[in-house]
């Protein structure tokens, strides 16, 4: 099953991951990334914000692009928006396969696109305000890998 | 008759709102030169740079300085992403 998903409300990865387990018998791995507002350096909240028309048809490329890359027998692709707490998950990307690699790869490419190649804008509330994040020179070298 | 201009992250601070309209005038529509000469000061200078990318109709110009926008289009300047 492949399930691609922008959520404005906060989500249980663990639920989720339990329900995409489910739908595929096959699967001999499956490999998850959740990621969190990190509760430390001082952000109080992050606040992610999309753009209808191209965030979620993004989103849905990526993941054909993901399941034209790797043999994957199910995908799941779910991105908060919205302002969320330090500790709340942002992201949930899994992916099964009969074997391991495939699954591990995929969420690895999965997620170096969603950091800094899908129509996402984050910014981060501080002592001092609010903050814009655009994405590290690392994240761009952690794209690069995959051209 | 007018377009829309949706302003996306650090561009909405920037003009001190998400959306603007953009009116196109007798010839009934809008170039590149012709929506940065509407914009405020500070927004037309950013939405130059080079990171800074124009959607029309939900589909991202290869090249913003193609832009030809029309009655009821909806035009949306792209900073750079971060998402995760």
Do not use: C
């Not at chain 1, 591990?104 to 994040?133: N, P, Q, T, Y």
């Not at chain 2, 196109?24 to 200078?45: F, S």
């Amino acid at each position: 099953m492949v399930i691609v998903r922008l959520s404005s409300q906060s989500f249980d990865p663990a639920a989720e991951l339990t329900a995409l387990e489910g739908t595929m018998p096959q699967a001999g791995g499956i490999a998850s990334f959740v990621g969190r507002v990190r509760p430390t350096d001082g952000t109080q909240a992050l606040e992610l914000s999309h753009y209808e028309p191209l965030t979620l048809p993004g989103m849905e490329g990526l993941a054909e692009q993901t399941l034209a890359r790797f043999d994957l027998e199910g995908l799941l692709i779910i991105h908060r928006v919205g302002v969320m707490q330090p500790g709340d998950p942002i992201v949930l990307v899994a992916a099964g396969a009969r074997h391991r690699r495939d699954a591990i790869e995929a969420v690895d490419f999965a997620m170096d696109h969603l950091k800094s190649d899908a129509w996402f804008w984050k910014r981060e509330l501080r002592a001092d305000g609010w903050h814009w994040i655009e994405p590290r020179s690392a994240d761009h070298a952690d794209l690069a890998r995959w051209k | 008759m007018a377009a829309r201009l949706i302003l996306l992250g650090r561009l909405a601070d920037l003009a001190g709102t998400p959306e603007l309209a953009v009116p196109l005038g007798d010839a009934a529509q809008i170039d590149w030169p012709g929506l940065l000469a509407l914009l405020p000061a500070a927004l037309a200078e950013a939405a130059t740079g080079p990171k800074i990318r124009l959607a029309l109709n939900g589909a991202v110009l290869a090249d913003k300085t193609t832009l030809i926008a029309r009655s009821g289009d909806e035009l949306a300047l792209l900073p750079p992403v971060s998402g995760g």
